[in-house]
């Protein structure tokens, strides 16, 4: 279902970002987005950014696509109401399930002069480069590998290669539950890790598409047969970002280079502040919003 009727109704709660700033905007459902903006700040230092994280709602992983559409389409609707002219969902479910919707369906309707990127397509146009047998594995989300996103972007640019998923639904948890180096996470790392590699033993690449299992890389790299390697999202979707900003002057010229970051969260502040500094790595200060 498209919603490309009235944007959403939107209240902000403790925020205020002066519309002098026109910074990246940076979605994920939670956490997870906060590697691919550290990513973002580490290559692109110059540049203002303004990262909210949907945490009341999260996880969109088992949310249906109707469900993880409209709560997308409101949180980037706030990100542009902010003064974000360029959305980057951070978040590989809502890049899977209405990315292509809301560039397609929401923006000539809303602003034709925004833009919304996803970290799907930045990630499958370079992976084949990093394959020797010709094998990938893709580990993601259950709502990321039941959409076939993977399968059909992957084969745009590399038809040759193939693609086997395996979903991951224990490894978020994980994450979240700051368990990535117990006993727990090593059972169920090497479970999917054998279950995939058991589909296809010349997978020699092993691509991690969700922007939480960065931080499960310590545990996955224990399990990983000889020969076979795991690639991150974060790194590939700042370069192809940096790209994007350099071909398209209109967008790069509206962002604003202040070298600030701000974080929001539609969830409790101080929990998100706990889990923000370890994902990213430094210690962050959020603002509360709602969603209506």
């Known amino acids: 279902m498209i919603f490309n009727t009235k944007p959403p109704k939107i209240r902000w709660l403790c925020y205020f970002w002066s519309m002098s700033k026109h910074p990246i905007g940076v979605f994920d459902s939670g956490y997870g987005g906060l590697t691919v903006l550290k990513s973002l700040a580490s290559v692109m230092p110059e540049y203002d950014y303004l990262y909210l994280g949907d945490n009341a709602r999260a996880p969109y992983g088992t949310k ?4 993880v559409y409209r709560y997308t389409w409101e949180a980037v609707h706030w990100l542009f109401e902010s003064g974000c002219p360029l959305v980057i969902l951070a978040c590989n479910t809502a890049s899977a399930k209405a990315l292509r919707s809301i560039q397609q369906k929401e923006l000539p309707f809303y602003d034709s002069q925004k833009r919304v990127l996803g970290v799907i397509r930045p990630t499958s146009e ?8 010709g094998h990938v594995g893709v580990l993601g989300t259950p709502g990321t590998i039941e959409s076939g996103s993977y399968l ?13 998923q395996q979903a991951c639904p224990e490894w978020v948890p994980l994450v979240e539950a700051n368990k990535q180096t117990t006993e727990e996470a090593d059972y169920w790392v090497e479970k999917y890790i054998k279950e995939i590699m058991h589909r296809d033993d010349k997978i020699d690449t092993l691509l991690l598409a969700c922007t939480h299992y960065p931080l499960l890389m310590q545990t996955i790299r224990k399990f990983l047969p000889d020969g076979v390697s795991a690639i991150s999202q974060g790194g590939l979707v700042a370069s192809s970002l940096l790209d994007y900003l350099d071909r398209h002057e209109e967008i790069r010229h509206q962002v604003t280079t202040g070298g600030e970051i701000s974080f929001c969260t539609t969830g409790d502040v101080a929990d998100f502040n706990g889990h923000a500094s370890f994902f990213y790595e430094k210690s962050v200060e959020a603002r509360s919003v709602l969603l209506k």
């Open 152 to 164: 059909i972007e992957i084969a745009k640019f590399f038809p040759e290669l193939n693609v086997s």
């Open 126 to 133: 370079v992976i084949g480069s990093y394959t020797r047998s």
């Open 64 to 67: 249906d696509f109707e469900t």
